[in-house]
């Protein structure tokens, strides 16, 4: 009976190992708030995971490439909802490109300014839906 006590909290920690392991482990350095025209806000924390992501990219000459970062995005929505991407291979527009593992979302920063997209499959293609500036930005660590 003692015996099964001990076996079953050894194994809902095994368990809950396995879960913390496979979350994302982004040690945030940076946190960057947009703001658009009608005054909602986009929160992006950047970070550097202790693994490599990798994400496929595939040219316009149908070319399927791989690409591998440690670099990621926390994004929190003007809804609250929240979101991780990660760099990925950016070849059509100038600037950063994070992606999300599902492909929905794409965070394109450049500079001071910020352009979210989420995938549309009515017509296979990224449609904008967020396009802000920087109205806030904050070191987290100090300075490197």
Request: charged fraction near 25%; hydrophobic fraction near 40%.
């Amino acid at each position: 009976m003692q015996g099964e006590k001990v076996m079953r909290k050894l194994l809902l920690v095994i368990a809950l190992l396995t879960l913390v392991a496979g979350c994302n482990s982004l040690q945030i350095s940076q946190s960057i708030t947009f703001g658009d025209d009608d005054g909602r806000f986009l929160k992006v924390e950047y970070g550097q995971d202790i693994k490599k992501h990798k994400s496929t990219y595939i040219a316009p000459t149908g070319k399927e490439m791989t690409f591998e970062s440690e670099l990621g995005v926390v994004m929190t929505f003007p809804d609250g909802s929240t979101y991780t991407a990660w760099q990925c291979m950016n070849a059509v527009l100038p600037g950063t490109m994070y992606m999300t593992d599902d492909k929905r979302w794409k965070l394109l920063v450049n500079g001071i300014s910020c352009m979210l997209f989420e995938y549309d499959r009515r017509v296979n293609d990224y449609a904008l839906v967020y396009q802000g500036t920087m109205v806030r930005t904050k070191r987290v660590g100090g300075d490197k």
